[in-house]
């Protein structure tokens, strides 16, 4: 190999160690890989940044956008609800989310199916205080693993088939066809990912999760009587089993009900009484059918979707002190609202508008974004913070937001335009739609997330242009020694290898021209082998760089590089084994 070839392999080896062995965020790591390639002349400038115009990256980008109209929708709430439903234990929340989204995932792209399953499953996950780690990957895989078992279920099929038509007289792979070696290799794989994960996935909880002295508020909300809530009970409706919040009471028609059981049906202007941390308030006021119980809230200027939630605490010269809110006319002064108030950790039982305030009460308010700037120096707040994502939810445009997103999987599965062309086409309707605005569109798409793709797509290009990976595909492939069996075996391990360093489709592509060769020099059908390269370029699992579904879930499921060589390794091996097993016996040499 010529020292190009050379430096790009230790460049890959140093990058991998660097994302095993260290801390350092990977978007620096994989952009410092590049750079190192680019600076020593290995590398063109305009390959090298052909990934960030790469067509899957800016899909990915544009994806944000359309997920962040099914989030400020409330869309991602109720996916999470109704189609993932209420499991008891990891196991089954892990069954109930995998199944659905592998057979989804056989008929539509895997980005845009992972990218809106994300944040629902993230949430769903939260709710039934169970740690994303052990949820994300198992997504990305399930995501995976239905791909292939259609010739749409990933784009690496698709381009597989092309060449097979283009460059043989193969008619091409069915739709289905590949199912008979998917189907099993999904079945056998779940199985592996649900006993497995007990122990190779890790259980880490957000930071906030584990303080035990959080400031505890007190909040009213009342049972919209056009809802979906009335006449449910408090287990269906999702108020049970809610993170550090419960629901203490239930205010009717004058009568208070304070042992609230599981199965107490919520009525039409019900006043309900929840106890909890911040947090969990915000994903409170974001439940379609409860309304803040204050009447203030909606005598504001401003329309509730451009409001946010905001945390400031009295100081002792505000003219707050020692009167009540409503005394204080305190929405007339400030333009804001009073949602609760946390003192010293007790809880106050008094309604909002009759707490009588004191130095150190911390307010928590539903205002304009701008009240932060207005009265972050003022005298009467000693403190005045926003708090992230608490934007009341567009609850009305939910159904326009899954409308969109449905169209948009309908147009790029029936091929009446490309992924890139319907993702743009949903989020432009997203925006103009007011599904969401262009600021919080902008604030959802991940930078960090799609630099890592970019240079993933720069380092493989290196790879294949320094015929560095031809080289070490001609080594590998003389082991087989004239076996079609094992010459099989060998394929489907250097696609895998390929597959975790350089993406599905750089591997797919390298690979077709070599298994092509090796069955004409064998003298056996070819289809078994262009299948082999089919499953081995999908079912990557080894590494987040391998396949963009396991970049986009290694930020929101807190993972680290060796959790997916935890649970991945084995995870091909078992797909390498039924795949070299049973491709012969189904399309034979």
């Not at 305009?46 to 067509?55: D, V, W």
């Not at 009970?233 to 239930?250: K, M, P, Q, S």
């Not at 630099?451 to 080594?475: H, M, N, P, R, Y």
């Amino acid at each position: 190999m010529p020292w190009e070839a050379w430096f790009t392999v230790g460049t890959v080896i140093v990058t991998v160690g660097l994302l095993i062995f260290t801390r350092y965020s990977p978007d620096l790591i994989l952009m410092a890989g590049l750079s190192a390639l680019i600076l020593s002349g290995v590398l063109p400038v305009r390959e090298a940044l052909s990934g960030f115009s790469n067509e899957g990256m800016a899909t990915v980008g544009i994806m944000f956008i359309v997920v962040a109209g099914l989030q400020e929708t409330g869309a991602v709430s109720w996916i999470s609800q109704y189609l993932l439903g209420r499991p008891k234990t990891i196991t089954g929340a892990q069954l109930r989310m995998m199944l659905p989204v592998s057979a989804l995932s056989a008929f539509m792209n895997n980005t845009p199916l992972v990218a809106m399953m994300i944040p629902a499953v993230s949430d769903w996950g939260r709710k039934h205080k169970i740690s994303p780690s052990k949820l994300l990957i198992p997504l990305s895989y399930a995501a995976i693993l239905g791909g292939t078992c259609t010739i749409i279920g990933t784009s690496t099929n698709l381009v597989i088939n092309g060449l097979l038509i283009s460059q043989t007289d193969y008619p091409g792979i069915g739709f289905f066809e590949l199912a008979w070696i998917g189907v099993p290799t999904a079945i056998i794989s779940i199985t592996y990912i649900v006993i497995a994960s007990r122990w190779l996935l890790p259980a880490r909880q957000p930071a906030v999760s584990s303080l035990s002295d959080f400031k505890e508020y007190s909040v009213d909300m009342i049972v919209d009587p056009s809802g979906p809530l009335v006449n449910k009970n408090v287990e269906v409706a999702g108020l049970r089993h809610l993170v550090n919040l419960y629901l203490a009471e239930i205010e009717r028609d004058g009568e208070l009900i304070t042992s609230v059981a599981p199965e107490s049906i919520l009525q039409a202007n019900d006043r309900l009484v929840f106890v909890g941390a911040v947090d969990s308030v915000v994903e409170l006021t974001k439940i379609r059918g409860l309304l803040p119980a204050t009447n203030q809230v909606f005598k504001l200027d401003a329309p509730r979707a451009r409001r946010t939630l905001i945390e400031a605490v009295v100081s002792d010269s505000s003219p707050l002190v020692g009167r009540s809110i409503r005394e204080g006319r305190f929405r007339n002064k400030y333009d804001a609202v009073v949602i609760a108030v946390a003192r010293n950790g007790k809880r106050l039982k008094t309604k909002i508008g009759d707490i009588v305030m004191k130095e150190g009460d911390t307010l928590l308010l539903e205002a304009r974004p701008a009240f932060v700037d207005q009265h972050k120096n003022s005298r009467d707040f000693y403190l005045v913070s926003r708090i992230e994502n608490s934007n009341p939810p567009r609850h009305d445009r939910a159904f326009v937001s899954i409308g969109i997103m449905v169209g948009m999987v309908l147009l790029a599965s029936f091929d009446i335009l490309p992924m890139f062309q319907a993702a743009l086409l949903a989020s432009g309707l997203m925006i103009l739609t007011r599904c969401v605005t262009t600021g919080q569109a902008r604030r959802n798409i991940d930078w960090s997330l799609l630099v890592v793709i970019a240079s993933s797509f720069g380092i493989g290009k290196a790879l294949e242009t320094t015929g560095a990976a031809q080289s070490i595909a001609d080594v590998l492939t003389g082991f087989a020694q004239g076996s079609p069996w094992l010459s099989l075996a060998v394929i489907y391990l250097i696609t895998t290898f390929f597959t975790e360093i350089i993406t599905n489709n750089g591997a797919a592509a390298l690979m077709f021209p070599i298994a092509l060769a090796t069955a004409n020099s064998l003298g056996v059908d070819f289809t078994p082998f262009v299948i082999a390269i089919m499953m081995a370029a999908s079912a990557s699992f080894a590494t987040p760089i391998g396949y963009q579904t396991n970049l986009m879930v290694y930020g929101p499921g807190g993972y680290r590089f060796n959790d997916y060589l935890r649970i991945g390794i084995p995870l091909n091996i078992v797909a390498g084994i039924i795949s070299v097993l049973l491709i012969p016996i189904i399309w034979g040499f």
